[in-house]
């Protein structure tokens, strides 16, 4: 068969309808115009801190590996408790079966007990691999801590599941247009958390938001045990406390959502 030259003739129309039809289904959503921008400054915003905090204090380098490591493992227990709550979630929305499961005598707060359990395990499945790892490649056992480390495990699994519940309101409320949110919600208070620095390290005026997080409680605490073997009781009750407050919050707002999508018959069209 030949070929012509109009063969391979490239039409500026044609390019600039499906480019605009790309730029309308992003003007029209816009938790995908959020997200081009979250992930760059989220790592700008983090790092900065990290760098600003080890430039003023040299005397942490000396111990920053361990306290780096274990911020990344208990990071990544309040990342999957969420993740791990709302992935579950959304995996019935992919396979259109909330219809299927709402029409049957499950109850929403049966749904958000089975979802609470579905985030330990997926919590536990991800985080002890790297915990192992961490001992075999670099000799870090996080287990060192005792059971101080597992005080702050209740603590950022209870956090997982009230920011989870928020998460999955959105889902309810915006459908699969509001996926994004699930993956990066939690991320936006990662550089408020304290994760690899102290909260002095923030700005005057971000440091009473960020004691609004238990997170922040669990990270100072964590410090705290690595630095001075000491288990700060009142850190620990201020992020159960708080703790309380995310979990009510959540569910409260996880219950209103639900109700207004059987009203509206959305969990009959959610994942579509």
């Known amino acids: 068969m030949s070929m012509t030259l109009q063969d391979f003739a490239l039409s500026p129309r044609r390019i600039g309808a499906i480019l605009l039809r790309h730029l309308y289904v992003l003007r029209s959503s816009w938790p995908r115009l959020v997200e081009m921008a979250y992930w760059p400054t989220m790592q700008m915003i983090i790092w900065g801190f990290v760098s600003q905090f080890f430039y003023t204090q040299t005397s942490y380098v000396a111990q920053a590996f361990g306290v780096l490591m274990a911020g990344v493992m ?7 408790g969420q993740l791990g709550f709302s992935l579950s979630f959304l995996e019935e929305m992919w396979a259109h079966n909330l219809a299927n499961l709402y029409v049957s005598p499950l109850r929403p707060a049966e749904h958000i007990l089975a979802l609470m ?53 959105l889902l309810m409320r915006y459908g699969l ?96």
């Open 117 to 169: 359990a579905m985030s330990v395990v997926r919590t536990l499945i991800g985080v002890l691999p790297a915990a192992v790892l961490a001992i075999l490649l670099y000799k870090f056992s996080i287990f060192d801590m005792g059971l101080p480390l597992l005080a702050f495990y209740v603590n950022l699994v209870m956090m997982a599941w009230g920011i989870g519940m928020l998460s999955t309101s």
């Open 74 to 80: 208990l990071w990544d227990v309040l990342f999957r």
């Open 177 to 272: 247009g509001a996926e994004n949110l699930v993956w990066f919600i939690i991320f936006l208070l990662a550089p408020i958390s304290a994760i690899y620095y102290p909260v002095t390290v923030l700005p005057a005026w971000l440091q009473p938001i960020a004691w609004c997080l238990p997170s922040t409680h669990v990270f100072e605490g964590m410090r705290e045990v690595l630095f001075h073997q000491h288990f700060n009781l009142a850190l620990f009750w201020g992020a159960v406390g708080l703790n309380v407050i995310y979990i009510l919050v959540g569910l409260g707002v996880y219950l209103i959502a639900f109700r207004s999508a059987r009203e509206r018959g959305a969990l009959l069209q959610m994942g579509e």
